[in-house]
């Protein structure tokens, strides 16, 4: 599509005047309040030009415009200035993440409580796919008599833990010894390559303690194994946020988006994790209908090359998106950074 510099200016300007107002702009209104150097007339024949276009359109009888879809994507792809985070939003990011860092379930869900805080836009935050993991590492923490605390540290990062018998007398000393065979035999497997290739290994090693092998093996296998409550945990901060926008005060459409946002599996379909950068879907390219209204930004954070999860924001098409798309970007990192320290040490 060839856009002229002026056409250029005054779809930017229409953009970030509806963004701003979320009332239709009018040639008057870009005259007035954008210093372009033109007459509303002249603004109003380029504005006809780019309503054939495709770009902006008419709402029900107002004199002014909105941008369409095709507006808005052409906004982000030629014309967005790019967006930084102030320090004092990534001092925030930086603070708030860090002190939870400890259990990557409560960082992961936090993001996501303090994602939508700042954009005061829907976010979505899909944690760690638990069934793709493989074993990293395994601690036993004394419990109770003939009973221990069995801590699992995945590949991904996810800690869990069960109680695990461990049958009478078993010293500390000897729960360090299993741990130690398992930790060596087992890091970077999955249960399936264990099962088949290293089962008889750690029986060797361990025939002594095989009433509490067998145990700790059933546990790992279910840890592990890939099944319906293994499947990604979807994280919603701020859905209260869409109650705020002008364009969701129709009842049926709100009452629409909020039955997909409690629906786990429907937004996991329609978000877009990338190997690389940012991905923005905006109002009809959304698959669903429900979301035909609205644009969607993601991005992926990763552990050493891996893709963990996704970070995204919902919100309407009118939207800051050099904000959303700078916000999405810099979470993704810092989560990124703090993970992959976390597994390191």
Same mark, same amino acid.
């Given at each position: 599509?060839?856009?002229?510099?002026?056409?250029?200016?005054?779809?930017?300007?229409?953009?970030?005047?509806?963004?701003?107002?979320?009332?239709?702009?009018?040639?008057?209104?870009?005259?007035?309040?954008?210093?372009?150097?033109?007459?509303?007339?002249?603004?109003?024949?380029?504005?006809?030009?780019?309503?054939?276009?495709?770009?902006?359109?008419?709402?029900?009888?107002?004199?002014?415009?909105?941008?369409?879809?095709?507006?808005?994507?052409?906004?982000?792809?030629?014309?967005?200035?790019?967006?930084?985070?102030?320090?004092?939003?990534?001092?925030?990011?930086?603070?708030?993440?860090?002190?939870?860092?400890?259990?990557?379930?409560?960082?992961?869900?936090?993001?996501?409580?303090?994602?939508?805080?700042?954009?005061?836009?829907?976010?979505?935050?899909?944690?760690?796919?638990?069934?793709?993991?493989?074993?990293?590492?395994?601690?036993?923490?004394?419990?109770?008599?003939?009973?221990?605390?069995?801590?699992?540290?995945?590949?991904?990062?996810?800690?869990?833990?069960?109680?695990?018998?461990?049958?009478?007398?078993?010293?500390?000393?000897?729960?360090?010894?299993?741990?130690?065979?398992?930790?060596?035999?087992?890091?970077?497997?999955?249960?399936?390559?264990?099962?088949?290739?290293?089962?008889?290994?750690?029986?060797?090693?361990?025939?002594?303690?095989?009433?509490?092998?067998?145990?700790?093996?059933?546990?790992?296998?279910?840890?592990?194994?890939?099944?319906?409550?293994?499947?990604?945990?979807?994280?919603?901060?701020?859905?209260?946020?869409?109650?705020?926008?002008? @364009?969701? =005060? $129709?009842?049926?459409? /709100?009452?629409?988006?909020?039955? &997909?946002?409690? #629906?786990?599996?429907?937004? *996991?379909?329609?978000?877009?994790?990338?190997?690389?950068?940012?991905?923005?879907?905006?109002?009809?390219?959304?698959?669903?209908? @429900?979301? =035909? $209204?609205?644009?969607? /930004?993601?991005?992926?954070?990763? &552990?050493?090359? #891996?893709?963990?999860?996704? *970070?995204?924001?919902?919100?309407?098409?009118?939207?800051?998106?050099?904000?959303?798309?700078?916000?999405?970007?810099?979470?993704?990192?810092?989560?990124?950074?703090?993970?992959?320290?976390?597994?390191?040490?």
């Amino acid at each position: 599509m060839q856009m002229d510099e002026r056409k250029k200016k005054i779809l930017r300007a229409i953009v970030q005047d509806y963004v701003n107002t979320a009332e239709p702009v009018g040639s008057r209104t870009i005259a007035r309040k954008f210093d372009l150097g033109i007459s509303p007339a002249t603004i109003r024949n380029e504005m006809s030009d780019m309503e054939e276009l495709g770009l902006i359109e008419q709402p029900h009888t107002s004199a002014g415009r909105i941008p369409s879809d095709a507006g808005y994507r052409y906004y982000v792809d030629c014309l967005m200035e790019k967006s930084n985070v102030t320090d004092d939003v990534k001092d925030v990011i930086e603070k708030e993440t860090t002190k939870r860092i400890a259990e990557i379930q409560t960082v992961i869900a936090h993001s996501s409580k303090l994602l939508s805080e700042l954009t005061h836009l829907t976010s979505i935050v899909i944690g760690p796919d638990k069934g793709k993991s493989a074993f990293n590492q395994i601690h036993f923490l004394p419990y109770e008599p003939s009973k221990a605390i069995m801590v699992v540290v995945k590949e991904n990062g996810v800690v869990e833990n069960q109680i695990v018998d461990i049958g009478e007398n078993v010293t500390a000393e000897e729960l360090q010894r299993i741990a130690n065979v398992f930790n060596h035999k087992m890091r970077g497997h999955s249960m399936e390559e264990v099962k088949r290739d290293m089962l008889h290994e750690i029986y060797s090693e361990l025939t002594r303690q095989r009433f509490l092998i067998d145990n700790a093996l059933e546990l790992l296998s279910a840890i592990l194994s890939n099944g319906p409550e293994e499947s990604n945990k979807v994280y919603l901060g701020g859905t209260l946020n869409m109650l705020n926008q002008p @364009e969701f =005060r $129709d009842v049926e459409k /709100i009452k629409n988006l909020f039955q &997909i946002f409690e #629906e786990g599996d429907q937004i *996991i379909k329609v978000l877009h994790p990338q190997k690389e950068g940012l991905a923005v879907t905006i109002g009809g390219e959304n698959k669903l209908k @429900e979301l =035909r $209204d609205c644009s969607i /930004i993601t991005g992926t954070y990763w &552990i050493d090359g #891996e893709p963990l999860g996704t *970070i995204g924001l919902i919100g309407p098409t009118r939207m800051d998106y050099g904000k959303a798309i700078a916000m999405v970007d810099y979470m993704t990192r810092t989560l990124t950074e703090l993970l992959t320290i976390r597994r390191r040490n």
